[in-house]
Every structure is written in C-alpha cells, then in structure tokens.
C-alpha cells in the first residue's frame, strides 16, 4: 500500500555553488554519501533531489527530521537506495513504512527524482 510520494527537481548549479562551502556538505550528506560521490556535483544534486522526494513522500518535508537522516546511496548497478536514519525513521516508522523506492533522473543542468514510500499489507 502506498503510504506517499514525492518529488523535486534541483538546478545543479545551485547545489555546485552551496558545496563550495564543506559545512553545507557535512550538514546535507553523509559520510557514505561523500565518498561515493567521488566529489561528482552531479550526484550530489541527484542525492539532494532524493533527499527532498522522500521527505515529501512521507508527509512532512523537513520538518521532523534533518537532510542527513536520510542517505542515499548506490547498489553495485548504480541503482539508488535510501537508509533512513533518526527524525526520519521515526517518522517512517509512525507511519508504518516497511519500504522506500526511489529513482532519479537528470540533465547537465537538472536533476530530479521520485520517491515512493509503502508498507506491506
């Protein structure tokens, strides 16, 4: 059953300007994050883009919980995942989410991405 979805588009510039600072990136990702990253802007943008979609997909944006509580990382095909971690797992939890699908897709000027969150009936 489909608890939420959500959705969100970022200019990459806008997030290749806010990195120039590293305490945008160390409050925004994950250790993990950065290190998959390699540095890339653009997956950084994808992973912001991420991080806004799962926060609308359950229910609050980011009002409960900080961008960092929610991880997004890659399987070894390049498919992205999410760990959720604090606010954002209790959130998850209240509302009975047993899983989060995620997926982007981008531009060299845009990322966007959709997220879904559902529990097993």
């Given at each position: 059953m489909?608890?939420?979805?959500?959705?969100d588009i970022i200019e990459v510039n806008r997030v290749?300007?806010?990195c120039e600072k590293i305490s945008f990136i160390k409050?925004?990702?994950?250790?993990?994050?950065i290190?998959?990253?390699?540095?890339r802007i653009y997956m950084l943008a994808d992973?912001?883009?991420v991080k806004e979609a799962?926060?609308?997909?359950?229910?609050?944006?980011f009002r409960?919980?900080?961008?960092?509580?929610?991880?997004?990382?890659r399987d070894e095909l390049g498919k992205p995942y999410v760990n959720l971690y604090e606010g954002a797992k209790k959130r998850a939890d209240e509302l009975g989410v047993t899983d989060v699908y995620v997926?982007?897709?981008?531009?060299k000027d845009t990322s966007v991405a959709f997220a879904i969150a559902s529990r097993n009936e």
């Open positions: 489909i608890i939420g979805i959500g959705t290749k300007k806010a409050k925004v990702y994950t250790d993990s994050e290190d998959m990253s390699g540095s992973n912001f883009a799962v926060s609308k997909a359950l229910g609050t944006g409960e919980f900080r961008l960092r509580d929610i991880e997004v990382l997926t982007i897709s981008n531009t």
